[in-house]
């Protein structure tokens, strides 16, 4: 049994005490449930290095081989023996060794190897002169340098030592990385797993964008904003789909659990005659009123063992419901960090409904003078203002307490995606 199921069992039936007086669950409760309700999901995954850019290590990589793997050559030349060379002095070729060649057994006293870049350094030799410092005719080479002992060869373990960390826990992975990694030998690397995410808007009334809209009908937008809003912060989305108030949500829930770590749906859970998801979840989780403007119904259930958190239908809400609710834990999934909450001041009195938590839309001033920023809130309290939310910078929280706030008062805000 998890946190969530524990959580759940206890509370099944969020809305009403014995009096009948509404119990709104408390933002934050609501928000520590939708955390635990992740609890369960796998968190990491081995996937090859070629696709890892940009994802986070889970743990550190060590170096399965010290790198370089073998002394070779940093320059076409003469591999020798650093005492043996000085200006005017005269060696016969011994041999030539190439890139991909296995090492020569070893250098004999008194000769030079001819060496290309990367191959591997005979044994004895502890130099190499660059071509552009020799002259070689009829098997023999003539230097116009004295080598320093290590000149032009790159050790063996010179960059890592076997065993050592390639890269550490929890960096996100730049070709750089890909780079020392593939250096390395290493092949795949255990990242951080994106949570694979499954969207489902339902109601009747929805129709697409571009279609002609006629009697009650009203275009979808949802799902647009779950699956983007996912995805910024850090999912996966492998499954969209809208179901109909009247059929087969279910079916359609069903499907979208087969690849989805967690399922997120919109509509479908107040009080009204047709709440598909409602009336299809109540039973396995807990459904109820919250103490959030917008956004005050909020479910979460198990479908098949999968997590399914249920937000209400208005667009305002919806937003407000990932961002408040959702955003910080699926990030946290992501390994991606939380996004802090600000601070500024109202730029003008409002109103709010005791008991609730309102959170506002609101746009930042452009006073730019240091210390706390003014904000300014904008719309009505419609959550159906989709196209007035649009133009927000964040959000403002005003405490479920509060009824009268005025203009200069501090407040939580919240950065919009
Ligand atoms: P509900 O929570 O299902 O009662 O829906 C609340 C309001 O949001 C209704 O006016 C719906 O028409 C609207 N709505 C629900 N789902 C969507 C959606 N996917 N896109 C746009 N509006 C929606
Ligand atoms: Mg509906």
């Not at 399965?64 to 650093?82: C, E, K, Q, T």
């Amino acid at each position: 049994m998890t946190v969530a199921d524990r959580f759940m069992s206890r509370r099944t039936r969020g809305g009403a005490d014995y009096s009948g007086r509404v119990i709104r669950r408390p933002v934050a409760e609501h928000r520590a449930a939708v955390g635990a309700h992740l609890a369960g999901i796998r968190r990491t995954e081995k996937v090859p290095v070629a696709v890892t850019l940009g994802r986070v290590t889970a743990r550190p990589v060590h170096a399965p081989y010290s790198l370089p793997l073998f002394d070779n050559s940093a320059m076409d030349g003469f591999a020798v023996r650093a005492s043996e060379v000085r200006p005017g002095v005269v060696l016969p070729v011994s041999g030539r060794v190439f890139a991909g060649d296995a090492a020569p057994e070893s250098l004999p006293a008194g000769s030079a190897t001819a060496i290309m870049t990367g191959a591997p350094l005979p044994r004895g030799a502890d130099a190499v002169v660059p071509v552009e410092q020799t002259v070689e005719t009829d098997g023999r080479v003539r230097f116009e340098s004295s080598p320093e002992p290590g000149a032009f060869v790159r050790s063996a373990g010179d960059d890592v030592r076997a065993g050592a960390r390639v890269v550490d826990a929890r960096v996100t992975l730049t070709p750089r990385h890909l780079g020392a990694l593939a250096a390395s030998g290493v092949a795949a690397v255990e990242v951080i797993r994106r949570p694979t995410v499954a969207v489902i808007s339902t109601g009747s009334e929805l129709i697409r964008p571009g279609c002609e809209p006629s009697g009650g009908q009203i275009f979808e937008s949802n799902s647009l904003v779950l699956t983007s809003l996912a995805a910024e912060h850090g999912a996966q989305v492998v499954y969209v789909a809208a179901a109909r108030d009247d059929g087969d949500f279910d079916t359609i829930l069903t499907a979208a659990c087969l690849d989805a770590d967690l399922v997120l749906t919109s509509g479908g859970i107040s009080m009204g005659e047709r709440e598909p998801v409602r009336q299809t979840l109540g039973e396995y989780g807990w459904f109820g009123p919250t103490a959030m403007q917008p956004g005050g119904p909020q479910g979460l259930a198990l479908w098949h063992g999968t997590p399914v958190i249920c937000f209400p239908g208005n667009p305002v809400s919806v937003i407000v419901s990932f961002e408040v609710l959702l955003r910080d834990h699926l990030r946290e999934l992501a390994g991606l960090p939380p996004i802090p909450c600000g601070r500024a001041r109202l730029g003008r009195d409002v109103t709010s409904v005791r008991g609730k938590t309102q959170f506002l839309r609101g746009v930042l001033g452009d006073d730019e003078s240091p210390g706390v920023p003014v904000v300014e809130p904008i719309g009505g309290p419609g959550s159906h203002l989709a196209v007035t939310a649009a133009a927000a910078d964040l959000l403002i929280e005003i405490d479920a307490d509060v009824t009268h706030a005025a203009a200069g008062t501090e407040v939580t805000t919240w950065p919009l995606t």
